[in-house]
């Protein structure tokens, strides 16, 4: 393959006109070895072609202005040879959209040149037209003549910038899958391009915007000084190839299970195969996985004769409209006939839409126009977006190669996945025997079908299956058939203490980090795909520990465990810092990050943890019988790693492993609170030490030296015994009352530092500054509900999908705030108010009765 290893860049020259300025400019680009340039502000006019192609050397694509104001084009390098498919140019000198292919590589560039005035209709315009284009590898770059961020993107001045214009291209990021690229590689540091002649007010009013998947192709994006111009030119260097996607794995088409004679075949097959003497021989787990493999193989078949005929069909009514239109139109049969297979032509498109739909998880139609192409593009975004196109290896060199990719990846978590030594002992040393009053008996014994098909019946439908392909669905439909089989399968791996080849397998997928460097395997969160028979089983264990778990869990523990809330934890530390700094109570919180917590705990340390609080035997070996000789691969772009050994860890996506993962934790708890000389912070008598919700942890500790380095000391013994490591770097001492202004030197001893500004915890930013909680907290989330219902304000909703748009995705945004933090103020209330009538009713004078209805819409949200 050829590799499209492309420097594009943004310029605003700021006329073209004068024949000296315009050698020197054109010199200048290509003595940069730039390959595509979007040029703003050329004041040229339709006269000035011929000669600046000359002089340039190259193809330029223009669109005119005047002769003193406007103008834009595109300058392809000389020895660039690309093919334009679509060009859309403005009549008034503002925009090119073109689509481009080069080395077999398509992508859409876009030039713009935003208006000085605050015009949001020229964003929507141009939009309008990007949406019309198949391709969806974009790459738009320009000056906008507004800022993103009046913090960031702005230094002095009046703050403001042309609103409007601004949340119309936010609404688009969203829609199109649009990241602000420089933004993104630069999240915290301020950058301009542009400075004010008049006030000496620079902003950053040129950039690039990039579809997100092209993202990790970044190889840089910075700021060249200019030539005869007050703007910075802009340049992106970005590997725009492509890779042939792999075959992925088989997954079942759920659609099928509406089928009748689908599930005829089916029910035929496990009929036949049950009934053949010769696979009544097998074991029960070989007899289930065979049958699987016949239910496959006849699955595959029947969905590619299914689609054949498909075809054929679509071709003969087309066909048949065709001929019909051109036979006699005064013949009333003839166009009954004709009106019955344009009809059966729209049920045939409108079906498969609907499939469309569904592998797009989308949960909305709009009336009157159903866009195939959008929700086509949803359908292919969300595999892009498992898709990973660069990563930095050990030694910091990027990946680009997919084989590469993923040698990388089976690299690290093999490794993550290795068992490392642990001494569970030196926990378990420190804590008197555990006195049970617990019936474990509720937890012992085989499966019966009675707990199985209450684990499969309370699974979602519609989840991606594990790697037999097999969805829950498939199960739910055939359960009165097969589920005997699935239950003789499970408890046969009890009595082998091991799955079959195929339960013990999973698929991870890997799902990136908010906020982190993507090109860093590091930063992504492995969730293991399972399959159903795993999970079945799964689920039945961990509805058994759920059982007794509330009375081997602590109060201190608000996470998986019912009739407590997370809340509650939120609710105390905003308390007690509130009331420590009122108080001039010293101490600290100490927040905890444990690196690759869930992936890292041993295994020997969750069988020590069963056998301390003394469950039994049966319990002990379904646990056992889940991880002995389990492995897992991850698919990258359709291919996969292979499988590698995993010897460590609880699954996320496993329903067991949350549960296990708080009695592994209580452990650490119950260590900390028996350690009489770690102090915590006392309030009327009352002392707390630590609160968790599953691992995220808090400690209060009362600011003296021995409380903190016993406290160090016993974490670092906690890692011995468990894997769970705590990140030092990352975890952050909160100082408390006079701690705020006087410092305790002894800090520094143990290589930490206080954390003076908001700490991010539970989802919620803590700060001592009641003010700041408002703004860090209810002000985010209000603009991301904003950006949300710009995103979707555009569509042409039913107002049964607007009202699903605000309650699942908008509303969602402050649910949890309204639940754990103060009230905020009215005003605040208001907008809220304000912004989802508008999104529902659209922007018109509001009456009285309009108001009281708005408010309904949001007390009544469940």
Known sequence: MVYSNLKFASYNCRGLRNADKRHMVFAYLHRHKLDIISIQETHSVLSDERRWRTEWG???IFSHGTNTSKGVAVLFRADLSPTVSKKITDVHGRFIILDITVNNDIFTFVCVYGPNID????????????????????????????????????????????????????????????????????PLSSGFTWTSNIDNIPCRLDFFLISKKLVNKVIDCYFQPPLQSDHQIVILHCDISTEPRGPG?????????????????????????SSDPHNLNQNPASFWEGLKFTIRNNTIRFSKLKAN????????????????????????????????????????????????????????????????????????????????????????????????????????????????????DI???????????????????????TECSSALFSMPNGKSPGSDGFSTDFYKKFWPSIGTFVLNSLNYAFELQMLSCEQRRGIITLIPKPEKDPCYIANYRPIALLNT?????????????????????????????????????????????????????????????????????????????LHYFKFGNNFTTWVRTFYNNTNSCIFNNGFSTGYFPVNRGVRQGCPLSPYLFILCTEILARVILNNAQIQGITILSCETKLLQYAD??????????RSLELTIQLLHDFRRASGLKI????????????????????????????????????????????????????????????????????????????????????????????????????????????????????????????????????VTVD
């Open 727 to 858: 990140n030092l770097q990352k975890s952050h001492l909160f100082p408390l009352g006079p701690f705020l202004t006087n410092h305790p030197t002894f800090i520094s001893y143990f290589n930490l530092s206080l954390h003076l500004g908001p700490v991010k915890f539970l989802g919620i930013t803590f700060t001592h500054n009641g003010d700041d909680l408002y703004r860090l907290n209810y002000v985010t989330k209000l603009s991301r509900l904003k950006n949300i219902l710009n995103v979707w304000s555009t569509r042409d909703l039913t107002p049964v999908g607007r009202n699903i748009i605000v309650k699942s995705f908008a509303l969602s945004q402050l649910v949890y705030l309204f639940q754990v933090l103060p009230d905020p103020p009215d005003s605040f209330i208001n907008e809220v108010q304000t912004t989802i009538f508008d999104f529902l009713f659209g922007q018109k004078t509001r009456t009285r009765s309009e108001e009281g209805q708005c408010t309904m819409i949001i």
């Open 119 to 186: 015009n949001a209709t020229f964003f929507h315009t141009v939009y309008e037209h990007l949406e019309s284009l198949k391709c969806d590898n974009i790459i738009c770059g320009g000056d906008f003549n507004f800022v993103f961020n009046l913090t960031l993107d702005k230094y002095g001045g009046v703050q403001k910038t042309n609103f409007k214009a601004r949340d119309a291209c936010l609404s688009y990021l969203d829609k199109f899958s649009l990241d602000d690229v420089w933004r993104t590689r630069n």
């Open 249 to 273: 794995y088989w997954k079942f088409n759920n659609s099928l299970l509406l089928d009748p004679a689908y599930i005829d075949l089916v029910n035929s097959l496990i009929s036949n195969y």
């Open 533 to 609: 028979d795993y999970k079945i089983a799964a689920k039945a264990i961990a509805s058994r520990l759920k059982k007794v778990l509330s009375s081997l869990i602590g109060n201190t523990q608000t996470g998986f465990m019912s009739n407590r809330f997370i809340g509650e934890n939120v609710r105390f530390v905003l308390d007690l810092i509130d009331y420590s700094n009122h108080n001039n109570i010293p101490g600290f919180l100490f927040f905890l990050d444990f690196e690759k917590a869930f992936d890292t705990l041993e295994w020997n340390f969750i069988y020590a943890t």
């Open 58 to 60: 190259n193809d330029i």
């Open 696 to 705: 995220d942890t808090v400690l209060f500790l009362n600011g003296d030296r």
């Open 309 to 424: 005929d498909s075809r054929i069909y679509e071709k003969n009514l087309i066909k048949k409209i065709a001929q019909l239109e051109s036979d006699s139109m005064s013949d009333e049969n003839l166009l009954r006939e004709l009106k019955d297979a344009r009809n059966n032509l729209h049920l045939l498109y409108k079906n498969k839409l609907e499939g469309i739909m569904i592998r797009s998880k989308a949960r909305w139609v709009e009336e009157g126009k159903q866009n195939s192409k959008y929700f086509l593009s949803l359908e292919k975004r969300n595999k892009q977006y498992n898709t990973i196109y660069k990563l930095n290896d050990t030694r910091d060199i990027p990946l680009t190669i997919n084989s590469d990719i993923l040698s990388h990846i089976r690299d690290f978590y093999t490794e993550l996945y290795s068992s490392h030594y642990s001494n569970p």
């Open 427 to 449: 926990c378990f040393s420190l804590l008197p025997d555990f006195q049970s009053i617990v019936d474990y008996d509720l937890c012992e014994g085989p499966l019966d079908i």
